[in-house]
């Protein structure tokens, strides 16, 4: 056995909270049909939908491959299926009659599937999932929470290999991939999932010096120079100088669970400037950390990173620079990136018991670099607990 | 300067097709929505959307980041943006008039953000794209193919680099990560690309004996064990023993362009059913070609490829276990996988110079192992190019 299923308890509950959900938005059915909910409802990851009425047993409609999808499964009700057109059919056969409204994820479904949807269904009201999903994969169970111990296990293992073999005159690329191997040797999947159109995740942010304040299309207060035109952030062919601050924001995914963490290192001593930004960087770290609880407000937690950024006097390069700023310091991590909660403007709900999310000060200085760092906590019954136990001095190699 | 751009001269040519597919379809506009269409039609991969009228200047709409997308792109008209609201309103100011009818890729759009149009072009026909884009998107430029080419000699290097350090009880995924690495360090952006819902393209498919018999979702002949049945799919932590056929399919993507090639290798010598398999699957890879042609049909070079393997007796496992064959034998590649020409039942269409494709006869022995061979190709004047020169010998280490 090379890794673990997910077990039947895990999926009983998050079953029972899909029906909830299911009965709350007074619709007849929920029809999982993305990959990664898919795997969170139901265990397994093969080609199949879920179909999920408010009260009784989900029905798993597998089109390849059946074997595995019920071997790796605890949902009882598993049956075959080839076509989308066949599911007026299946669904009326084993659930008994056709739903008015069903519940569909309309924020990853392609367009030319819901309007095949559409047709299938006929007169069936498709709604959005999206946000009752959401809500529910919010709050992570202690199996969960163990997983992304596990990938941060992985990840201390990782950093720890960098002072090893960086050296002047590797490209940034190089390092990177010194390390993905590192990471997948102790398992780390290097596919890292983030639920955004046109976006991506990837654990090689390998960013030195004057890579570190090139700015890119994604949502990240700093981009990097990337590989090319059509992978324009993260390590780049850049060579790597002595006293450059060289920041490594390398993600984790050890079972489908990801975590998130930035460290920083350099090449002999680092230039001052640099050493006093990652200092305020981990002191509105703490500052965020020490009011996280059940009950605090992601706004106001994201309003204390702020207030500690401008009274440390990093107002202009903290987050972003000038025009660029992201609007968020921390955000949700499990099976994907960018879960609930954000520690952003405007995100005034409350911290929850089981809540994951990474927490990230970071500050762009254009033409001289990045400086940061990053963990990740799930939020215990009186405070956080750090997912990413990585060292967290300044490395000087 | 650590990357190309894509020349001025390129992008003209591609936005002239893009032209003539939006007259040809009597839309008023194509609007480029996903990012691989947005770099093949503009050079850039930022936050943007690429307005497209049948006669005139493309408009390049730009969220994050503008400075850099001017300097990627020879798009020549490019304005900011900040949300789609604005759309009607800078599609008036810079090109005149709202489109009646407007090209968008529904393959890909979510449904969410297709919904979103909808509301926000109010009486604005929304017709589906991707199939005009697919067939503009066919036939590959000499600068592309050159840019293959150059994935195709990473890929040589990355092959090399296994009898160098494959030994016993090494993990699939060890092996994968030094592979990864390797590949990294040449420039390989180590995140491939494939249009498809639910699915993904990754390098590291190292699948060791029975791995290799191991089905899963993915449409390929075999799937491999995966690191967890969040990723069921290709290396995992099984150790490589000895005399175990080790099959890698190890894909590679240089400024954007991929190339596919599988190889195999063995812990002293290979087991004589494998070894025939593989001369099976080599003449069956050499039967197709030699046929392939511009003006060859698709459909009779999978024919070919099927007489082939059922004269050599492989019917049972070629392209997978009886119940569970691929529909294809090749497939397209270049910015994603996945693109035309398939060399596949019911492709009824001719090869045309400058297409490419991968060709990958593949025999799985549920229980005891996978076995092919896998190259791709251009098609010239009166022939194919092989893109992928790695070695081609089954080599026992």
């Known amino acids: 056995m090379y890794h673990d299923y997910t077990p039947a308890d895990e999926i009983a509950k998050r079953l029972q909270a899909l029906r909830a959900a299911v009965a709350a938005q007074k619709w007849d059915a929920a029809l999982i049909v993305q990959d990664v909910d898919l795997f ?32 790796e499964s605890a949902v009882e009700h598993v049956i075959p299926f080839s076509s989308w057109t066949e599911l007026p059919t299946l669904i009326t056969k084993h659930h008994g009659a056709m739903p008015k409204i069903i519940g569909v994820e309309l924020d990853v479904l392609p367009t030319k599937d819901y309007l095949r949807l559409q047709r299938i269904f006929n007169d069936v009201t498709i709604a959005d999932s999206a946000p009752a999903i959401q809500q529910i994969r919010r709050i992570k169970s202690a199996y969960e929470i163990d997983l992304m111990k596990k990938a941060g296990e992985i990840g201390k293992m990782v950093y720890a290999e960098v002072p090893q073999v960086l050296r002047e005159g590797m490209t940034e690329i190089e390092l990177a991939g010194i390390m993905v191997a590192e990471a997948m040797r102790h398992g780390h999947q290097n596919y890292l999932r983030m639920r955004a159109f046109n976006s991506y995740a990837f654990s090689w942010h390998v960013l030195s010096g004057p890579a570190g304040g090139e700015l890119s299309f994604i949502d990240a207060p700093m981009g990097g120079i990337g590989l090319s035109p059509s992978f324009p952030v993260g390590a780049s062919q850049k060579k790597i100088a002595l006293h450059e601050p060289i920041l490594i924001d390398f993600g984790i995914c050890y079972q489908g669970y990801q975590i998130d963490e930035t460290r920083m290192f350099c090449l002999r001593n680092v230039p001052r400037e640099f050493k006093a930004a990652y200092e305020a960087a981990c002191r509105i770290e703490a500052a965020i950390t020490a009011g996280a609880r059940p009950g605090a407000s992601c706004r106001k937690l994201y309003e204390t990173g702020w207030e500690t950024a401008r009274a ?5 390069s903290f987050m972003g620079p000038p025009g660029y700023k992201t609007r968020f310091i921390g955000h949700g991590i499990g099976l994907e990136i960018g879960e609930l909660p954000f520690i952003a403007e405007g995100h ?5 018991q089981g809540m994951t999310f990474a927490v990230e000060p970071k500050m762009v200085f254009p033409g001289k670099g990045a ?27």
């Open 348 to 352: 005034d709900y409350p911290l929850e």
């Open 312 to 316: 440390l006097g990093y107002e202009e």
């Open 40 to 71: 969170y409802f139901s265990g397994t990851m093969q080609n199949a939908l879920l179909f999920c009425p408010p009260t009784g047993n989900a029905i798993m409609m597998v089109k390849k491959y059946q074997e595995r999808a019920q071997r």
């Open 371 to 397: 400086v940061g760092i990053e963990n990740t906590f799930a939020v215990t019954k009186d405070g956080v607990e750090k997912l990413t136990p990585a060292d967290e001095q300044l490395i000087e190699v």
